[in-house]
């Protein structure tokens, strides 16, 4: 394998999907510009503890520095739960109680022109197979890089490689990474998962199908939730 591939930008928030993605592309020899965006959701806070301690622990000489970009969206999302932290969407929501409009939108547009001022032309976002809402379909990436081309004057490519992959597969597929610092919670107590919330019981449902054992850390009972979920 030739080492320093093409250099990434890859988009993390510190969950599974992007964690995963992370380190495939480092195993594959790139070199990689991990970006955070920082939009003021009531999350946050815990989702970047748990972030940089699994980059401290998959560092490698081609990962770089973390940037986290200042992207607040309190003017535009006001009082939705994503801010507040109240009234999330519970264990038994359906996914797309959990959509944050526009939000790929936001996100590529500002890592497309942090990227560029470090002179990669190159994103990558951890986008699965499951992911019901418009702004995650491939159709979507090919406007966006369309759109981003024209503004910034340059080649801009967008990958969504895991985006053939179900959950479950994907922790499958990433049972030997340290997934116990991964972070997929929407409202934390202190620095644990609620075991509670839509996010909570997506990431208990795919460690079980997936036949993993979960090394999470969830406040409310995991046996509670994984029962109501049973065939």
């Known amino acids: ?14 969950g599974l999907d992007s964690a995963v993605l992370l380190h495939r592309l480092l195993t ?15 999350w946050e806070a815990v989702e970047l503890y748990w972030l940089k301690r699994f980059l401290h622990v998959v560092r ?11 992207l607040p969206l309190a003017s535009i999302y006001g009082k939705h739960w994503s801010m507040t932290g109240r009234q999330v ?15 790929n939108a936001l996100l590529l547009t500002d890592a497309a022109v942090a990227a560029a001022q470090r002179n990669i032309s190159t994103l990558a976002i ?40 179900s959950k479950t597969a994907l922790v499958r597929s990433a049972s030997r990474l340290p997934l116990r610092l991964t972070f ?17 019981a997506e990431r208990q449902r795919a460690f079980r199908s ?22």
Not at 95 to 103: I, S, W
Not at 210 to 231: E, I, K, M, N, W
Request: aromatic share 6%.
């Open 126 to 165: 951890g986008t699965l197979r499951s992911n019901p809402f418009s702004d995650a379909s491939p159709r979507f990436f090919h406007l966006m890089e369309r759109t981003l081309r024209e503004a910034l004057k340059r080649p801009i490519r967008i990958l969504s490689p895991l985006r053939r992959l």
């Open 60 to 70: 490698t000489p081609r990962l770089a520095p973390l940037v986290i970009l200042d």
């Open 1 to 14: 394998m030739r080492a320093h591939r093409t250099p990434i930008a890859v988009l993390v928030s510190g």
């Open 28 to 42: 594959r020899g790139h070199s990689i510009r991990p970006l955070y965006m920082r939009c003021g959701l009531s």
């Open 89 to 103: 969407p519970g264990a038994r929501s359906a996914d797309r109680a959990v959509y944050l409009p526009g939000r």
């Open 210 to 231: 997936a036949g993993v054992f979960d090394p999470t850390t969830y406040v409310a009972s995991r046996f509670t939730l994984h029962a109501s979920h049973s065939p």
């Open 184 to 200: 997929s919670c929407l409202q934390p107590q202190g620095r644990r998962h609620c075991g509670r919330c839509n996010k909570c």
